[in-house]
Structures are given as structure tokens and as C-alpha cells.
């Protein structure tokens, strides 16, 4: 799909990868572009649209969808990342993971299929990660969530083809922005990542794996599918 003249909406759109997109879609000649945060007055990005939306919230989700019927490109890019492993972490902070990556991004593909459909089918990218592929000690209730989304997505896909919604993920390993500033390896900008995932959107592709770490361990996955248990 071509980024320009889309009309696009991209969840955590005031910092991170999200404020990258709001700005590399309108530099690439997006029509429209709603930037969208928990608190609107957070979101300080000229030529945007802003909107308030809490992905875990229905009726936020509700009332976003109803505010941006014209869309044509939804970006779920809304995340967080709350440390807490599977056995022994706060379930609280476990539920917490689900209803963000899994049931938020539900909540918005369900919202704004209607509209999408309506607009000429349009597309829908889900920033997803390398951890929706194996675990990591520290981030499993993450890791889990991610691979909800990330079947989510395979499901979605499928289940949008008849209307004619391109449906793409977004593989990325670290990048540099709040969610990763305790981790002193190497991480990929925010940027380069958001130019990989705006090429992929008008590529046509169905999965986007971003830096060249992911990219090994998905090859690493395939070639040995018993790391995938350990
Ligand atoms: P940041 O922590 O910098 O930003 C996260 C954004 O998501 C913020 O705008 C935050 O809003 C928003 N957000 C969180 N929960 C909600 C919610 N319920 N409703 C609406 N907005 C919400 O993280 P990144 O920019 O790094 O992350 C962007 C995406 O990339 C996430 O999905 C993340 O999981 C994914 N990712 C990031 C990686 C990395 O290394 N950084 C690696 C792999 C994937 P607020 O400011 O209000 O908190």
C-alpha cells in the first residue's frame, strides 16, 4: 500500500517508535495522520491530528474509531513492557501484558475493520518482536503476549482478505527508546526501525524483520526448531 495519501492512526504516537511513525508517515506524504496517546496533551508533533486513546480501554477504542472513520492505515504500535516472568511474577503485571499487546490490538482491529473495509480495504501494521519468538528470562510474560499479537496477526490477515486489508508484522530486536534504556547492548534507532516498517507497508509485505540480530535468530529458529522450547 503507498504511505502517500493514506490516512493513517498509530497508537503511542507521543514517544518512541510511535512518534517516529506519526513523523516519518507525514514526511512520506501521508494525507492525515492521528496521533493517538493515553494523555493528548503529551503529544507535541506539528501537522498531526491528535486523539486521546487508551488501547486497553473499550470505549477509548471505541470512541477513536468513531472519531477516524476516513483511516486507511492503522499502526498498533502501543506497548509496554512490565519485566515480570511467568511463574513467579505479579499476575497482575502478566494480565496487564495480555490486555495491551494481545486484547489492545484485538480491540483496535476489531474497531477499525469497518472503516478500512469501507475506505478500500487499507492496511493494518502490528509492532510485534523477536520475543513473540522464544523467551527471555525477565520478559516471558512480554514474550507471551507478543506471540498472542503475533498469531493475532496471522489470524487477522486471513480473516481480513476477503475485504482486502493488507495485514503486516513488525519483527524488531532492541531499539533505542524508554522501553529499552536499562539495556547497555546494542540497540537499533527508533527511525532506521519505522523506515524498515514504512518500506515493508509498501512493499506489500506480511512480516517485517527489522534488524539484522532478529533476522539470525529467526534463520537460527528455523534451521533448529528445538530452540524455540529453550
Ligand atoms: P516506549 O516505552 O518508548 O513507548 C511506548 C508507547 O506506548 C508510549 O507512547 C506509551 O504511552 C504507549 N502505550 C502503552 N500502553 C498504552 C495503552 N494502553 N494505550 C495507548 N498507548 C499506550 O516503547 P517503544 O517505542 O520502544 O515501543 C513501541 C512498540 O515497539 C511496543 O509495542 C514495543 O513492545 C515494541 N518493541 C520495542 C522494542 C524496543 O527495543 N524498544 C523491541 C521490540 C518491540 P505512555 O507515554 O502514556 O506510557
Do not use: C
Amino acid at each position: 500500500m503507498k504511505i502517500s495519501g493514506s490516512t493513517a492512526l498509530v497508537t503511542g504516537a507521543n514517544r518512541g517508535i510511535g512518534r517516529h511513525f506519526a513523523e516519518q508517515l507525514l514526511e512520506r506524504g501521508a494525507k492525515k495522520v492521528y496521533a493517538t496517546a493515553r494523555d493528548a496533551r503529551r503529544v507535541d508533533l506539528p501537522g498531526v491530528e491528535v486523539l486521546e486513546l487508551d488501547i486497553t480501554d473499550p470505549a477509548s477504542v471505541e470512541a477513536a474509531a468513531a472519531a477516524a472513520q476516513d483511516v486507511t492505515l492503522l499502526v498498533n504500535n502501543a506497548g509496554i513492557s512490565t519485566g515480570a516472568n511467568l511463574v513467579t511474577g505479579d499476575l497482575a503485571k502478566i494480565r496487564l501484558e495480555m490486555d495491551t499487546h494481545f486484547y489492545g490490538t484485538l480491540s483496535m482491529v476489531r474497531a477499525f475493520a469497518p472503516a478500512l473495509g469501507a475506505n478500500g480495504g487499507g492496511a493494518i501494521l502490528n509492532v510485534l518482536s523477536a520475543l513473540s519468538w522464544f523467551s527471555a528470562d525477565g520478559a516471558n510474560a512480554y514474550g507471551a503476549a507478543k506471540a498472542a499479537a503475533w498469531s493475532l496477526t496471522n489470524g487477522v490477515r486471513l480473516e481480513l482478505r476477503g475485504q482486502g486489508t493488507q495485514v503486516t508484522a513488525l519483527h524488531l530486536g532492541a531499539a533505542d527508546t524508554d522501553m529499552m534504556a536499562w539495556y547497555e547492548g546494542a540497540k537499533t534507532d527508533p527511525g532506521d526501525v519505522v523506515r524498515a516498517a514504512l518500506d515493508g507497508i509498501e512493499a506489500g509485505s506480511m512480516e517485517v524483520v527489522v534488524d539484522e540480530w532478529s533476522a539470525a535468530v529467526k534463520a537460527s529458529l528455523a534451521a533448529d526448531p528445538a530452540l524455540f522450547y529453550t
